[in-house]
């Protein structure tokens, strides 16, 4: 499938692109951003792959986090999809929340009618992302890591703890981390799986976890100040399941930080620097 | 005047404000951004004042120019106001434009009705904003620099050219350069001033320079790939103005970065330096 330029924008030496696709498993046309740093003019460069929350688009980190500057330094390409499906006949929730439906896919791939044609944004991320991208020279695909906030934060953990060889590394701020025991997390899997609970367990970090899954290079952040942290995020809930199955984890708490971009940009300096140790 | 704190976030080690106030220069209720890095919890520190481009609010720069990180290295406060008064009966551009009206208040003090109640922007940056926060025992109001982008380039520009002592340090990102010489600029001069072309001269850098306005700490940013460097921008003028007038004027010029935040972003680090080489 070939891809659309949307934009092209130089900054920090490197390239901002935004591109369209036509997307197989979520139905649709998709928007994503890429980051190549000026080092991607050289040759295939490590990717961090960026999952975002929810609300989001490809271009909330792509503006607010900063995160181009050390990716530049560093040598990383950024790859930002977006968090839905989107456009003419992708349904979203009925009652009209913010989490769940469109800006909110939660990186499943839905079971349930009417979600099941669009909302596959595992499947997006797993196959049609890298796809799209799979004659880009610049990219080195044996040297990806992955990162997200709050419900990309799920994501990344999610898909980390699946296939730890393809996700070399990966880190989480404010991850939804227990997402089958709290709100936000039973609503997506509800709605977009259906009530039988067991076909929730891939979707959630402690349950991969508590059933033997295992990462070599796995951050958590967490600011304390975060008003989702004890509701809808529950990292504590992996780090005792961590604890049970003789994993280690690590978590990097922050005092006074909320749950804002504010809260990612003042420490995704030190995330990508993380990565890039796994990666380079 | 009380000031109403709207939000306080954790950023880099300091905090991001956004305050509220009643600001009698332009009669409505105005919003601005601060942030505190880190050194003032200890002191008074160095301020940049940063003003921002057509269709703007307070918000474009705190979220997307990543300027907090270095400002917190630095020990520089930010200062960010919006670009035009708000609210119930303030006049827009009869015509809808963004170049004119909300969001385009150009930091004149218009004179020309139904404009002159509330678009006086000059006064509202040079007296209010330093008035409501006059009691900030973190802020050095001596040690003030200033700087922006497109209009707000302009800004900076014709405020620290009429004010070089209080200003310590100028720059500007894409400034437009020549206002009285450009769509936008005549526009805006036009709207809010009158036909009186003499009462335009006091709000373009160009004129200021060739009145024999003088500043030793001036740098201009551009980049040549910005879509409005020939029509609206037009640096050169006031390179030339600057050259026959004596005046050194230093042009950093990018290749192929254009008029947009990425740009912004990628050299605020070197624009903040600069300014804390001359404050500190």
């Known amino acids: 499938m070939p891809l659309d330029v949307v934009s092209e924008q130089r900054a920090f030496g490197g390239t901002q ?167 936000w997390g039973q609503k997506a899997l509800m709605g977009y799986l259906g009530g039988e609970r067991d076909a929730w367990r891939e979707y959630d970090a402690c349950e991969l976890v508590r059933r033997g899954a295992r990462h070599e290079a796995l951050l958590i952040d967490q600011g304390d100040a975060d008003p989702f942290l004890e509701e809808q995020l529950k990292p504590d809930a992996l780090l005792a399941a961590a604890d049970h199955a003789g994993l280690a984890i690590e978590l990097r708490r922050r005092p006074g930080y909320d749950h804002s971009y504010f809260y990612v940009a003042s420490f995704i300096d030190e995330h990508l620097r993380w990565h890039a140790a796994h990666l380079t």
Chains 1, 2 share one sequence.
């Open 17 to 183: 692109w935004v591109f369209q696709h036509v997307a197989p498993s979520v139905s649709c046309t998709m928007t994503f951003a890429l980051f190549e740093p000026p080092a991607a003019e050289r040759g295939p460069v490590p990717i961090v792959l960026w999952l975002s929350g929810l609300t989001c688009t490809h271009e909330n980190f792509m503006t607010k986090a900063g995160a181009q500057r050390v990716a530049a330094e560093l040598g990383i390409a950024l790859l930002m999809p977006d968090t839905s499906p989107r456009g003419d006949g992708v349904p979203d929730d009925p009652d009209g929340g913010y989490d769940f439906g469109l800006g909110a896919g939660f990186y499943v791939d839905a079971t349930e009618p009417p979600f099941d044609r669009h909302y596959r944004m595992r499947r997006y991320v797993e196959q049609d992302l890298p796809a799209a991208l799979a004659e880009r020279s610049s990219l080195d695909w044996q040297r990806l890591g992955v990162s997200g906030h709050s419900m990309g934060g799920h994501g990344a953990l999610t898909l980390a703890l699946r296939e730890p060889d393809r996700y070399r590394s990966v880190s989480a701020f404010a991850p939804i981390a227990n997402p089958m025991d709290c709100p």
